[in-house]
């Protein structure tokens, strides 16, 4: 039906759904440092407001070549200023299945160390949260109280808030 740069809509049937052009997929990262959730808040330009988010980024949106690991070495300390030992692949997931046919790898880093500030590059304006696991869902609630969108994907932090 369209395409531009990055996504396309796309007609099956009666069915309409968006879908990233080139196959790219997206890599989410958990990331903990020193007992801290690493979280990220950013303008969302779709929904019209800032978004509390895990870090993240597309594979494949500025090198063919790149791989969901090395994306996720690269966005994290992009966004968030860690950088990690290694990266454990937690697995592939779909937010939105009914409306968007991209998925995202899910994955946990490990072993972080402190590499600079993060912020994003020049086409992001990023704050970095360092979350308590435990204050999580009260840090959760201040945002949306503060109006902050909350991307479905801290659903996922769930599975990692189970006591160390």
């Given at each position: 039906m369209?395409?531009?740069?990055?996504i396309?809509?796309?007609?099956?049937?009666?069915?309409?759904?968006?879908?990233?052009?080139?196959?790219?997929?997206?890599?989410v990262?958990y990331?903990?440092?020193?007992?801290?959730?690493?979280?990220?808040?950013?303008e969302?330009?779709p929904?019209?407001?800032?978004?509390?988010?895990?870090?993240?980024?597309?594979?494949?949106?500025?090198?063919?070549?790149?791989?969901?690991?090395?994306?996720a070495?690269?966005?994290?300390?992009?966004?968030?200023g860690?950088?990690?030992?290694?990266?454990?692949?937690?697995?592939?997931?779909?937010?939105?299945?009914?409306?968007?046919?991209?998925?995202?790898?899910?994955?946990?880093?490990?072993?972080?160390?402190?590499a600079?500030?993060?912020?994003?590059?020049e086409?992001e304006?990023?704050?970095?949260?360092?979350?308590?696991?435990?204050?999580?869902?009260?840090?959760?609630?201040?945002?949306?109280?503060?109006?902050?969108?909350?991307?479905?994907?801290?659903?996922?932090?769930?599975?990692?808030?189970?006591?160390?």
């Open positions: 369209w395409q531009g740069q990055y396309r809509a796309m007609r099956q049937g009666r069915w309409e759904y968006a879908s990233r052009c080139k196959a790219m997929t997206a890599v990262i990331a903990e440092a020193e007992g801290k959730v690493l979280l990220i808040e950013q969302r330009v929904i019209g407001r800032r978004c509390i988010e895990l870090p993240a980024g597309l594979v494949g949106d500025e090198d063919e070549q790149a791989t969901v690991l090395g994306t070495a690269k966005e994290l300390e992009e966004e968030t860690y950088r990690a030992d290694r990266f454990e692949i937690v697995g592939e997931f779909y937010s939105s299945p009914g409306m968007i046919a991209e998925s995202f790898t899910l994955v946990r880093a490990l072993g972080l160390t402190r600079g500030e993060g912020a994003g590059n086409h304006s990023i704050i970095v949260h360092r979350v308590p696991r435990t204050e999580i869902p009260r840090f959760i609630a201040s945002m949306r109280e503060a109006g902050r969108a909350i991307d479905v994907r801290i659903l996922a932090l769930s599975d990692f808030l189970a006591p160390a």
